[in-house]
C-alpha cells in the first residue's frame, strides 16, 4: 500500500474563490471519509463515501461545500465562495469495509486552506 | 449522538516515566473506539482500536488501552515515554455501520511534552 494521499498538501486563496481538494485512497478500500481540523482542536466528520455513494453528511457541510467519487476511487471536495472561516486542514481517509480486523481509517497528510 | 472527552489539554512526563492519557466517551451502544497520534503538520496514525473482545488492546510503539465500559473510558497508557512519543493525541469514537465504522467523532486532542 502506498498510502492515502492527498492534492494539494497547501492551498492559499482569495475570499469567494473555489477550490477544490483530490485524494487517493489505499488502493481496493471502498470507503472514503473527508474531514476538516481546525487549529488546536480535533478532526470533525464531513461526509463519507462506500464506493461510488455518499452515505452521510455531516451539517458541517453547508451548500458550499460538495464532495464526489465518480469511479469509486479518487474523490474531490470542492469549496465554492470560500470564506476565511474554511481554513483548516482538510483531512482524507479510506477503510476497507466490511473486513476482518481492516475497518480502521487511515488518514492521509491533509491538505492545508488558508483564505485570505 | 456520540461525544468524546480528553479532559487534559496538556500533558508534562518526564522521559521515562509513565504515561495515562485519559478518555471518556458518550455513545448509546457498543462503539468503536480508536487512538491516533499526530505529529505537527501530520496527518494521523492509528495506535490502536478496540472493536470487540479483550478490553485491554495492544498497539504500536509500547502503548495500550483499556475499555471500561462502566466508566465509558478508553484510556491510553504506555510504561515508559521517550522523547519521540511528544505530539498531539486523539481519542476517537465511531458508530458501528455495515460492518465498519461511520464518520469518526473525536476529542479535541492531549498535547503530550516530553521533559529530559
Known amino acids: 500500500d502506498t498510502g492515502v494521499s492527498q492534492n494539494p498538501r497547501h492551498k492559499i486563496t482569495k475570499r469567494g474563490q473555489n477550490v477544490t481538494f483530490r485524494c487517493d485512497p489505499i488502493s481496493e478500500h471502498n470507503r472514503l471519509y473527508w474531514y476538516r481540523q481546525t487549529l488546536g482542536q480535533g478532526p470533525e466528520f464531513l461526509t463519507y463515501?462506500?464506493?461510488?455513494?455518499?452515505?452521510?453528511k455531516s451539517r458541517l457541510l453547508s451548500d458550499r461545500f460538495s464532495a464526489e467519487r465518480p469511479k469509486g476511487s479518487f474523490s474531490t471536495l470542492e469549496i465554492q465562495r470560500t470564506e476565511q472561516g474554511d481554513s483548516a486542514m482538510y483531512l482524507c481517509a479510506s477503510s476497507s469495509v466490511p473486513g476482518q480486523g481492516e475497518d480502521t481509517q487511515y488518514f492521509g497528510p491533509g491538505t492545508r486552506l488558508t483564505v485570505l | 449522538a456520540q461525544s468524546v472527552t480528553q479532559p487534559d489539554i496538556h500533558i508534562t512526563v518526564s522521559e521515562g516515566a509513565s504515561l495515562e492519557l485519559r478518555c471518556n466517551y458518550s455513545y448509546g451502544a457498543t462503539p468503536y473506539l480508536f487512538w491516533y497520534v499526530q505529529s505537527p503538520g501530520q496527518g494521523l496514525q492509528l495506535l490502536l482500536k478496540?472493536?470487540?473482545?479483550?478490553?485491554l488492546v495492544q498497539g504500536i510503539k509500547g502503548f495500550e488501552a483499556e475499555f471500561k465500559r462502566s466508566q465509558s473510558s478508553f484510556n491510553l497508557r504506555k510504561p515508559s515515554v521517550h522523547w519521540s512519543d511528544a505530539a498531539e493525541y486523539f481519542c476517537?469514537?465511531?458508530?458501528?455501520?455495515?460492518?465498519?465504522?461511520?464518520?469518526?467523532?473525536f476529542g479535541k486532542g492531549t498535547h503530550l511534552i516530553i521533559q529530559p
Open positions: 476517537a469514537v465511531g458508530a458501528r455501520s455495515g460492518g465498519g465504522a461511520d464518520g469518526l467523532t
Open positions: 463515501f462506500q464506493n461510488e455513494a455518499q452515505l452521510e
Open positions: 478496540y472493536f470487540s473482545g479483550d478490553t
